[in-house]
Nanobody, 122 residues
Framework: HVQLVESGGGSVQAGGSLRLSCAASGYTDSSKYMGWFRQAPGKEREGVAAIRTGVVTYYADSVKGRFTISQDNGKNTVYLQMNSLKPEDTAMYYC?????????????????WGQGTQVTVS
Protein backbone atom coordinates (compact mmCIF):
# COMPACT_ATOMS: atom_id res chain seq x y z
CA HIS A 1 0.00 0.00 0.00
CA VAL A 2 1.44 3.35 -1.10
CA GLN A 3 1.00 6.47 1.01
CA LEU A 4 1.71 9.89 -0.42
CA VAL A 5 2.15 13.11 1.52
CA GLU A 6 2.44 16.44 -0.30
CA SER A 7 4.00 19.64 0.99
CA GLY A 8 5.26 22.96 -0.35
CA GLY A 9 2.09 24.67 -1.49
CA GLY A 10 1.33 28.28 -0.68
CA SER A 11 0.56 31.70 -2.08
CA VAL A 12 2.82 33.46 -4.55
CA GLN A 13 2.65 36.37 -6.93
CA ALA A 14 2.51 35.83 -10.67
CA GLY A 15 5.96 35.14 -12.05
CA GLY A 16 7.10 33.54 -8.82
CA SER A 17 8.16 29.99 -8.04
CA LEU A 18 7.18 27.16 -5.73
CA ARG A 19 8.47 23.65 -5.22
CA LEU A 20 6.08 20.89 -4.26
CA SER A 21 7.30 17.71 -2.60
CA CYS A 22 5.64 14.32 -2.33
CA ALA A 23 7.00 11.82 0.17
CA ALA A 24 6.06 8.26 -0.75
CA SER A 25 6.02 5.27 1.59
CA GLY A 26 5.20 1.66 0.83
CA TYR A 27 6.88 2.01 -2.57
CA THR A 28 5.92 -0.97 -4.69
CA ASP A 29 5.44 -1.92 -8.31
CA SER A 30 2.29 0.19 -8.13
CA SER A 31 4.55 3.20 -8.21
CA LYS A 32 6.17 2.84 -11.61
CA TYR A 33 4.68 6.22 -12.43
CA MET A 34 4.62 9.17 -10.08
CA GLY A 35 2.70 12.24 -11.07
CA TRP A 36 1.14 15.54 -10.18
CA PHE A 37 -2.43 16.54 -10.91
CA ARG A 38 -4.31 19.70 -10.13
CA GLN A 39 -7.91 20.62 -9.69
CA ALA A 40 -9.37 24.11 -9.64
CA PRO A 41 -12.87 24.78 -8.25
CA GLY A 42 -15.52 23.70 -10.73
CA LYS A 43 -13.01 22.01 -13.01
CA GLU A 44 -11.93 18.45 -13.62
CA ARG A 45 -8.72 17.10 -12.20
CA GLU A 46 -6.02 17.44 -14.84
CA GLY A 47 -2.63 15.86 -15.26
CA VAL A 48 0.23 18.31 -14.85
CA ALA A 49 3.34 16.14 -15.02
CA ALA A 50 4.47 12.57 -14.56
CA ILE A 51 7.70 10.65 -14.30
CA ARG A 52 8.14 7.00 -15.32
CA THR A 53 10.61 4.84 -13.39
CA GLY A 54 12.31 7.98 -12.21
CA VAL A 55 13.62 8.85 -15.64
CA VAL A 56 11.11 9.61 -18.40
CA THR A 57 9.07 12.75 -17.89
CA TYR A 58 5.76 13.93 -19.30
CA TYR A 59 4.15 17.36 -19.12
CA ALA A 60 0.87 19.01 -19.93
CA ASP A 61 1.25 21.57 -22.70
CA SER A 62 0.11 24.31 -20.34
CA VAL A 63 3.12 23.85 -18.04
CA LYS A 64 5.82 22.71 -20.46
CA GLY A 65 8.93 24.83 -20.09
CA ARG A 66 7.79 26.21 -16.71
CA PHE A 67 7.40 23.13 -14.49
CA THR A 68 9.91 20.36 -13.86
CA ILE A 69 9.17 16.99 -12.27
CA SER A 70 11.97 15.05 -10.66
CA GLN A 71 12.40 12.08 -8.37
CA ASP A 72 14.88 11.30 -5.62
CA ASN A 73 14.72 7.53 -5.25
CA GLY A 74 16.96 7.56 -2.21
CA LYS A 75 14.40 9.69 -0.36
CA ASN A 76 11.33 8.22 -2.09
CA THR A 77 10.33 11.76 -2.90
CA VAL A 78 8.95 13.37 -6.04
CA TYR A 79 9.24 17.08 -6.66
CA LEU A 80 7.45 19.56 -8.87
CA GLN A 81 9.42 22.74 -9.44
CA MET A 82 7.05 25.41 -10.67
CA ASN A 83 8.48 28.58 -12.19
CA SER A 84 6.89 31.56 -13.93
CA LEU A 85 3.64 30.84 -12.16
CA LYS A 86 0.43 32.28 -13.57
CA PRO A 87 -2.94 32.94 -11.90
CA GLU A 88 -4.38 30.08 -13.97
CA ASP A 89 -2.03 27.69 -12.15
CA THR A 90 -4.09 28.25 -9.00
CA ALA A 91 -5.49 24.89 -7.88
CA MET A 92 -5.22 22.09 -5.38
CA TYR A 93 -2.24 19.98 -6.42
CA TYR A 94 -2.25 16.23 -5.84
CA CYS A 95 0.54 13.71 -5.94
CA UNK A 96 -0.34 10.32 -7.42
CA UNK A 97 1.19 6.91 -8.11
CA UNK A 98 0.32 4.11 -10.49
CA UNK A 99 1.75 1.09 -12.22
CA UNK A 100 2.22 0.58 -15.92
CA UNK A 101 -0.72 0.77 -18.28
CA UNK A 102 -3.11 3.53 -19.29
CA UNK A 103 -2.29 7.07 -20.28
CA UNK A 104 -0.76 9.19 -17.55
CA UNK A 105 -3.10 12.07 -18.34
CA UNK A 106 -6.23 10.31 -17.10
CA UNK A 107 -6.84 10.61 -13.35
CA UNK A 108 -8.83 7.37 -13.42
CA UNK A 109 -5.69 5.41 -14.31
CA UNK A 110 -3.92 6.33 -11.06
CA UNK A 111 -4.14 4.07 -8.03
CA UNK A 112 -2.93 6.17 -5.10
CA TRP A 113 -3.42 9.80 -4.19
CA GLY A 114 -2.14 12.25 -1.62
CA GLN A 115 -4.35 14.64 0.29
CA GLY A 116 -3.43 17.65 -1.84
CA THR A 117 -1.66 20.95 -1.28
CA GLN A 118 -3.09 24.33 -2.28
CA VAL A 119 -1.26 26.61 -4.72
CA THR A 120 -2.57 30.14 -5.13
CA VAL A 121 -1.09 32.58 -7.65
CA SER A 122 -2.23 36.17 -7.59
Amino acid sequence: HVQLVESGGGSVQAGGSLRLSCAASGYTDSSKYMGWFRQAPGKEREGVAAIRTGVVTYYADSVKGRFTISQDNGKNTVYLQMNSLKPEDTAMYYCAAKGFGGTWREAGNWNYWGQGTQVTVS
